[in-house]
């Protein structure tokens, strides 16, 4: 046991680990007495916190984990002010007032699902069988959709064009397809998965765990797969929903008192609009709809964009490609990331399982910072007057050297 634990605190991130030491002691001067953490882009992730106090921290999180499997609870569920001083030192940063009670939320520090249906009065219950909604579309948003729908006591029916659930993890299959956001964080709050392999998981991977997610809660059921919808037009006079739908073939109307489009805002491809483009002589497709029938190795290849797509297929491919030209229009929005291709070691996976909150505190750090924390940095200057132009002036360079390439 004592390997075991030194293994996965030797790699235990230390902002979550001093969190989930205050679960297991309910002492709170483990945070008092270490200094403010400060976060680099380029930094080890914890916040430089000095060696010695992570040393510290590890050695009392080993004995206060030791005395919890020795039988010593938990200590009680620390108060509201105490979760919100937690927040405020894994974050780096005081967090704004109004994002406490979601970021509670998100934490659900007690086990439960706290957007799971509330139980209603049986009148309204009643009332509810008695409606139907259709659900456009089987990806994560569908599935989220219909699970809740299925809490509710609602009936429903999931409408996707596949022939299974997945959606975007269903569809592309582009060399190097995988996830732009921590694995940790790209999944359901409800739905834990501590095992994932790596630290941004492949499209088998994602793929899996959302199928997992539908097959554990029985989506199947309420679901018709290799169906599209071809319209969905609200009836003023009947106060319905009358959704065509086609299959084979076939049309068939649904009625509906309540539709959800869950489609997703990337599903259709988007071709880029050069002049010319279509007169290119050799394979030409878009990565949502990658060919797996043309053998890229030793041809002279383009990437049009420079997105998710295109920062994971451009290093897969590029070893075996004579040559290969990336045509983008502005500066990459993700920046270096040396941890993009690393896989979560035995012992990260360890103490997601076994060290009490640990979990929810690292997706905690995952999500806040990660995402609202750097909105500032995503705001457009409005002091930069050329912004606009400078645009138009990368997309007409963009495709005069595309135009000149194909040629």
Request: net charge neutral; aromatic share 10%; with cysteine.
């Amino acid at each position: 046991m004592d390997a075991e634990i030194d293994a996965a605190l030797a790699v235990a991130h230390v902002p979550s680990l001093m969190m989930a030491l205050v679960h297991l002691t309910g002492d709170t001067s483990h945070i008092d007495a270490a200094p403010p953490l400060v976060y680099e882009l380029t930094g080890d992730g914890n916040g430089n916190l000095p060696a010695d106090v992570q040393a510290d921290i590890r050695a009392k999180a080993k004995a206060a984990l030791l005395a919890h499997k020795a039988g010593k609870p938990l200590a009680p569920v620390p108060s509201e002010a105490t979760l919100r001083k937690m927040m405020d030192y894994i974050a780096g940063m005081p967090i704004p007032p109004h994002y406490v009670p979601f970021l509670m939320e998100e934490l659900a520090i007690d086990g439960s699902d706290p957007k799971q249906p509330a139980p209603i009065a049986p009148k309204l219950k009643a009332k509810g069988r008695s409606m139907r909604v259709i659900v456009i579309g089987g990806g994560m948003s569908g599935i989220l959709t219909g699970l809740r729908l299925k809490q509710a006591g609602i009936p429903f029916e999931i409408i996707e064009k596949n022939a299974d659930f997945g959606g975007t993890w269903l569809e592309n299959l582009y060399p190097g397809c995988r996830v732009d956001n921590p694995s940790h964080m790209y999944s359901y709050s409800f739905e834990d998965n501590h095992v994932w392999p790596y630290l941004f998981s492949t499209q088998p991977v994602l793929l899996a765990y959302f199928q997992r997610v539908a097959k554990r809660h029985d989506l199947a059921a309420n679901a018709r797969f290799g169906t599209t919808v071809k319209e969905a037009r609200f009836d003023e006079g009947a106060r319905v929903w009358r959704v065509t739908v086609e299959k084979d073939g076939k049309e068939e109307m649904l009625v509906a008192d309540a539709v959800v489009s869950a489609v997703g805002q990337l599903n259709q491809p988007r071709y880029p609009d050069i002049e010319g483009v279509g007169a290119f002589k050799g394979p030409a497709f878009h990565s949502a709809r990658w060919d797996h029938s043309v053998d890229h190795r030793g041809k002279r290849v383009a990437v049009v964009g420079a997105g998710a797509s295109g920062f994971q297929i451009v290093p897969t491919i590029a070893p075996d490609v004579e040559s290969l030209v990336v045509f983008q229009r502005t500066a990459q929005w993700m920046f270096p990331n040396p941890n993009y291709h690393e896989k979560v070691g035995d012992g990260m996976r360890w103490a997601m399982r076994h060290l009490p909150f640990y979990g929810r505190w690292y997706r905690f750090l995952l999500f806040y910072p990660g995402c609202d924390g750097g909105l500032a940095n995503a705001k457009i200057d409005p002091e930069w007057p050329h912004q606009d132009r400078s645009i138009n002036a990368a997309n007409d360079m963009t495709r005069q050297v595309f135009t000149k390439w194909i040629e």
